[in-house]
């Protein structure tokens, strides 16, 4: 390999690598975006079911209209959370997609390169290429949280529906 060849796969590798950072830093910027929306319909939801719950023991809500309005909030609750979190985690498979793009380039240029034969023949075999199960990476964690949240403050919105019948 040329000087002006490994300097050019140098450039490369370094590139790969800021590719990766880049798609990993949009996947933790979605989650905390993900994260900021639920807690503001949580916080919504719980305040509008509070003056529900407020207005019936207070008798100054009839009770088809606590109910109804009960049963509404619920609805759009769900369907707001549900399309939230099922669109962010859409969002964060395809930055994975491009992460594992870069990724493969990445450990490419250091084969290339040669990096890893001295760490090879110490019998060490660097983080970027030992087994992994795919299935257990931080991407997956991250869309296990969203959803685990997002049922959260669904079963928030259910239990306080419930509180709400209850009343009657």
Not at 20 to 29: G, K, N, T
Not at 62 to 70: E, F, I, V
Not at 104 to 112: A, G, P, S, T, V
Request: with cysteine; aromatic share 12%; hydrophobic share 45%.
């Amino acid at each position: 390999m040329t000087l002006a060849s490994e300097d050019i796969h140098k450039l490369n590798k370094r590139e790969a690598f800021d590719g990766m950072r880049a798609y990993h830093q949009s996947e933790i910027f979605h989650k905390k975006d993900c994260i900021d929306i639920l807690k503001s319909i949580l916080t919504s939801t719980l305040a509008v079911y509070g003056g529900i719950i407020g207005l019936a023991l207070s008798e100054k809500i009839q009770q088809r209209a606590a109910l109804s309005t009960a049963f509404i909030i619920l609805f759009f609750t769900m369907t707001a959370v549900l399309g939230v979190v099922w669109s962010t985690n859409k969002k964060i498979d395809q930055d994975n997609k491009r992460y594992g793009k870069y990724q493969d380039e990445y450990k490419l240029e250091r084969l290339i390169l040669r990096l890893e034969e001295d760490m090879w023949e110490r019998s060490y075999i660097s983080a970027w290429f030992e087994l992994k199960n795919p299935n257990k990476s931080g991407y997956h964690y991250t869309k296990v949280i969203l959803r685990c949240f997002g049922w959260l403050v669904i079963g928030s919105a259910c239990i306080a529906t419930m509180l709400v019948w209850s009343l009657f």
